[in-house]
């Protein structure tokens, strides 16, 4: 894959109220009316690729402060943010964190039809478009920049949540970021970073590649593959167990937990479902569409991709509806607040279609976010709402519709614990107390990152 590298620029952070924060009480939410589809750009057919940009965790307590989301320059808590927006505090000596527009290329290829409704698997996916971005996330980066690297060894099992359910209220938040050849890199303070990665080879997309991670149940589950359905295993984001669901023909782009149960999708819309903390996978269903991200909350698990297809399941990921949502495949899916929030965007021709839609009912209905972009990244939960990362800066919401929006851009991953913010773009890693004033560490890029906490070392 070919990256781009432009300027990292400064940029000022511009305050505004941005309604309630992410795992808001129920009676605290607006129900919007019901109205029309969204009408959102709408593309041919034949999308171009858009490789999941992995989703991210990170809920705060009830009553948690406004650290790292829009506010006034100076309005901030004392410590909580440099003076000079997007400049490193005192002491730290690190590059400022760029505008999201860093590390995108121009899409190259295009994506390879479904063989039908379910139809045959298919090799592998895709190739992506923007690495870094919301349509795929960087691989492991140079190997040479990794800090602590290690040879690829035990594996242990994964997992995703939120970040007051990063698990139970007590432990250690950790973070996990996973990638390309099999990267599982972990960090308890968002700058030392413990990295396990295999042979690296010329083709990133091989049986190894891991492109999502999450969090349930105290432990990690990452998803991947090419063409075998990768699932590795962790309780601590360390160790890891491998290839736990070893299938021939695809690949899987998402994973979701929720009440004991993981499922995950990915290529041709083959789902699968764990119910023994990921030990074990069967074969639940096939949807219409390749699976790019999942998210579950409020009794549902919600599956996103090509086409702007949503999926939703109310048995436990056994089995699910299906509808066509956006006019744009989707990338990137999240829940939080009582409410999801999916977004994407896709090659068309002279530049990209973008849209983001929200639901306030547990996937039941959908509508358009009261938000544009020209493009758009990720979604992840902070400490005062959803935070969706896009072109030109980024955005909050408490209820999926409304958003404040700010100049300050975010890198194309990022995830939320413990007052700490960490993050990823094609090549660099990212970290800081406050969203909008990242510092650059060491180590590349992943194609997904999440946060849990862990009661072991």
Same mark, same amino acid.
């Given at each position: 894959?070919?990256?781009?590298?432009?300027?990292?620029?400064?940029?000022?952070?511009?305050?505004?109220?941005?309604?309630?924060?992410?795992?808001?009480?129920?009676?605290?939410?607006?129900?919007?009316?019901? &109205?029309?589809?969204?009408?959102?750009?709408?593309?041919?057919?034949?999308?171009?690729?858009?490789?999941?940009? !992995?989703?991210?965790?990170?809920?705060?307590?009830?009553?948690?402060?406004?650290?790292?989301?829009?506010?006034?320059?100076?309005?901030?808590?004392?410590?909580?943010?440099?003076?000079?927006?997007?400049?490193?505090?005192?002491?730290?000596?690190?590059?400022?964190? #760029?505008?999201?527009?860093?590390?995108?290329?121009?899409?190259?290829?295009?994506?390879? #039809?479904?063989?039908?409704?379910?139809?045959?698997?298919?090799?592998?996916?895709?190739?992506?478009?923007?690495?870094?971005?919301?349509?795929?996330?960087?691989?492991?980066?140079?190997?040479?920049?990794?800090?602590?690297?290690?040879?690829?060894?035990?594996?242990?099992?994964?997992?995703?949540?939120?970040?007051?359910?990063?698990?139970?209220?007590?432990?250690?938040?950790?973070?996990?970021?996973?990638?390309?050849?099999?990267?599982?890199?972990?960090?308890?303070? !968002? /700058? &030392?970073?413990?990295?396990?990665?295999?042979?690296?080879?010329?083709?990133?997309?091989?049986?190894?590649?891991?492109?999502? /991670?999450?969090?349930?149940? !105290?432990?990690?589950?990452?998803?991947?593959?090419?063409?075998?359905?990768?699932?590795?295993?962790?309780?601590?984001?360390?160790?890891?167990?491998?290839?736990?669901?070893?299938?021939?023909?695809?690949?899987?782009?998402?994973?979701?937990?929720?009440?004991?149960?993981?499922?995950?999708?990915?290529?041709?819309?083959?789902?699968?479902?764990?119910?023994?903390?990921?030990?074990?996978?069967?074969?639940?269903?096939?949807?219409?569409?390749?699976?790019?991200?999942?998210?579950?909350?409020?009794?549902?698990?919600?599956?996103?991709?090509?086409?702007?297809?949503?999926?939703?399941?109310?048995?436990?990921?056994?089995?699910?509806?299906?509808?066509?949502?956006?006019?744009?495949?989707?990338?990137?899916?999240?829940?939080?607040?009582?409410?999801?929030?999916?977004?994407?965007?896709?090659?068309?021709?002279?530049?990209?279609?973008?849209?983001?839609?929200?639901? #306030?009912?547990?996937?039941?209905?959908?509508?358009?976010?009261?938000? &544009?972009?020209?493009?758009?990244?990720? /979604?992840?939960?902070?400490?005062?709402?959803?935070?969706?990362?896009?072109?030109?800066?980024?955005?909050?919401?408490?209820?999926?519709?409304?958003?404040?929006?700010?100049?300050?851009?975010?890198?194309?991953?990022?995830?939320?614990?413990?007052?700490?913010?960490?993050?990823?773009?094609?090549?660099?890693?990212?970290?800081?107390?406050?969203?909008?004033?990242?510092?650059?560490?060491?180590?590349?890029?992943?194609?997904?990152?999440?946060?849990?906490?862990?009661?072991?070392?």
């Amino acid at each position: 894959m070919r990256c781009v590298r432009v300027l990292l620029i400064a940029v000022a952070l511009v305050g505004g109220a941005c309604g309630a924060p992410e795992d808001q009480p129920e009676g605290g939410r607006s129900v919007w009316p019901e &109205t029309a589809a969204p009408v959102l750009p709408q593309t041919s057919a034949d999308t171009e690729d858009g490789e999941r940009a !992995g989703s991210s965790v990170g809920r705060a307590e009830d009553g948690a402060s406004p650290t790292g989301l829009p506010m006034p320059v100076g309005s901030g808590p004392e410590g909580s943010a440099p003076e000079s927006i997007g400049q490193p505090g005192p002491g730290e000596g690190s590059e400022a964190m #760029p505008s999201t527009d860093m590390g995108r290329e121009e899409p190259d290829t295009q994506d390879a #039809p479904l063989a039908g409704a379910g139809g045959g698997p298919m090799a592998s996916d895709p190739e992506a478009h923007g690495e870094g971005t919301a349509g795929e996330q960087a691989d492991a980066g140079d190997p040479a920049e990794q800090t602590d690297q290690t040879d690829a060894g035990d594996t242990g099992d994964a997992g995703e949540g939120d970040v007051s359910g990063v698990g139970s209220v007590e432990g250690q938040v950790r973070f996990v970021g996973v990638g390309g050849w099999g990267l599982r890199a972990w960090t308890d303070d !968002g /700058v &030392t970073w413990t990295d396990t990665i295999n042979k690296i080879t010329r083709d990133d997309h091989t049986p190894d590649l891991l492109r999502d /991670v999450a969090f349930g149940g !105290g432990r990690f589950v990452a998803v991947g593959g090419d063409a075998n359905s990768m699932i590795m295993v962790s309780d601590d984001g360390r160790t890891w167990d491998e290839d736990k669901h070893p299938r021939g023909g695809v690949w899987l782009g998402g994973v979701a937990y929720l009440d004991g149960v993981w499922v995950a999708g990915g290529g041709n819309g083959y789902i699968v479902r764990s119910t023994d903390d990921g030990q074990t996978w069967s074969a639940v269903d096939t949807l219409d569409f390749h699976v790019r991200d999942m998210a579950a909350g409020q009794g549902a698990f919600i599956a996103i991709g090509d086409g702007g297809f949503v999926a939703r399941s109310t048995d436990g990921g056994q089995t699910f509806s299906v509808d066509k949502v956006a006019g744009v495949s989707l990338s990137s899916v999240e829940f939080g607040f009582g409410v999801f929030v999916a977004v994407g965007s896709e090659w068309a021709g002279n530049g990209f279609d973008a849209g983001c839609i929200g639901s #306030p009912d547990a996937g039941a209905t959908w509508q358009a976010c009261s938000l &544009t972009s020209g493009r758009f990244d990720d /979604v992840t939960v902070g400490p005062d709402g959803l935070v969706v990362a896009m072109e030109g800066g980024h955005a909050v919401t408490m209820d999926g519709h409304s958003f404040t929006t700010a100049a300050a851009g975010l890198p194309a991953q990022i995830a939320y614990g413990d007052g700490l913010w960490v993050g990823s773009t094609d090549d660099h890693r990212w970290s800081g107390t406050a969203a909008a004033s990242l510092n650059k560490t060491s180590g590349g890029g992943f194609r997904a990152l999440t946060a849990g906490r862990v009661s072991m070392p």
